[in-house]
């Protein structure tokens, strides 16, 4: 399994904002730390503004930071938002499912709950969690300073 990478960007942005506790980042910067593209950035940086994760600030001064503490940001929610809708196998995809066993086939069943546990699982963990006791080392690797996290 390999999340798209709308949503791995998504969690970069959040790690880095998390480092940066309440300061103001340009969108530019994240990009330049991470080596991404800057339009691809922007997508996902209006949707986690759209959807109350961050707050964006327009102008000369402008660039985003986090809307909520890091301890209030959880991952399996990040997660569930950003994720594409894919068909872990044929079964799932119908009208276009073309496999003569689905009627009878267990396999949907069975990785559509293991889907569930995986997601289940990333609800036990929060943006803190990500960062804690890393921050050193998370800031060293994207050649920041950081804010101490609490």
């Known amino acids: 399994m390999k999340i798209n990478t709308f949503t791995n960007l998504a969690f970069r942005v959040l790690i880095y904002l998390a480092l940066r506790k309440n300061q103001t980042v340009k969108t530019s910067e ?62 799932f995809a119908s009208p276009t499912n073309k496999c003569v066993i689905s009627p009878t086939c267990r396999l949907k069943t069975i990785l559509q709950d293991a889907a569930d546990k995986f997601i289940s699982e990333l ?14 080392a998370l800031a060293m690797h994207l050649a920041i300073d950081f804010i101490e996290v609490e």
């Not at 909520?68 to 569930?80: C, D, H, P, S, Y």
């Not at 609800?123 to 050193?136: A, P």
């Open 30 to 91: 994240i990009a330049d730390a991470y080596f991404v593209s800057f339009n691809h950035l922007k997508k996902v940086i209006t949707l986690l503004i759209d959807q109350g994760y961050i707050i964006g600030t327009k102008g000369r001064g402008g660039g985003i930071r986090l809307a909520k503490e890091a301890n209030l940001i959880n991952i399996g929610e990040v997660f569930r938002l950003t994720i594409e809708d894919v068909a872990l196998a044929e079964c």
């Open 123 to 136: 609800d036990q963990f929060t943006l803190h969690d990500l960062v804690k006791d890393r921050e050193g």
